[in-house]
Each structure stands twice: as C-alpha cells, then as structure tokens.
C-alpha cells in the first residue's frame, strides 16, 4: 500500500533554499512516476516538477526551471526537490503525489496518490 509522507517544509529567505523529501512506505515505490504540486491560498493545486520511474526523465513548471531540482532514490523509496534561489511566490502548500504510470504526466487527476502536505513560506 503506497503512503507518502512529505517533510522538510518551513520558514526560509528569498533566495534561500530548501530541500523537501517524499518517502513512501509501499513496495513499488520504484516502478512508477513522481510528482511535485503545489497549492498557494485561493489558488488551484499547479504542477511543479516530474521524474519517471528511473530518473532518466523530468520536466519542470517554466518558472521553477533551473531553480528546482527534482530526484530520487529508488533504493530508499524516497523523491526530493531541492529548491533553491527560491522567491516569495513561491510559498505554498507543497504536494509530493505517485503516478502508476512510466511517462510523465502534469495534471493532479492524473496522480494516484497523495501526501499531506508540507508548507513552505518564503520570506522578502
């Protein structure tokens, strides 16, 4: 069973940065995608970042590119996104999700499962 527990969330500086860790606690963490979202209040939940199964594959949202790095380890059924030079845009409540799928896919309804939540506020 595919549980994802998000941490690593908090108060940081603009151009700080932050490292946010997605493990998950099922056997097939490694077969599948994994995704980054995030949600600012009284937004709509928006695509941040992507990997595929292996980690040969990503893609980013236009404005976090080059700034955010998504990875994983498969050997510790853990993703990451490494934020860095990060804006006070970019607070939000931050969503790491699992797709059964081996492609990459943006949309939240294509997502499986879902962690909490971590928040991240950034500071001016």
């Known amino acids: 069973q595919v549980q994802l527990i998000e941490s690593g969330g908090g108060l940081v500086q603009a151009v700080g940065s932050l490292r946010l860790s997605c493990a998950d606690s099922?056997?097939?963490?490694?077969?599948?995608?994994m995704g980054w979202f995030r949600q600012a209040p009284g937004k709509e939940r928006e695509f941040v970042a992507a990997?595929?199964?292996?980690?040969?594959?990503?893609l980013y949202e236009p404005s976090v590119q080059d700034r955010f790095t998504i990875s994983r380890e498969n050997g510790k059924n853990t993703a990451y996104l490494q934020m860095d030079s990060v804006k006070p845009e970019d607070t939000a409540v931050y969503y790491c999700a699992l797709a059964r799928v081996r492609e990459i896919r943006v949309l939240p309804d294509e997502y499986d499962y879902w962690g909490q939540g971590t928040q991240v506020t950034v500071s001016s």
């Open positions: 990997i595929n199964w292996s980690g040969g594959s990503t």
């Open positions: 099922g056997r097939t963490f490694a077969m599948w995608l």
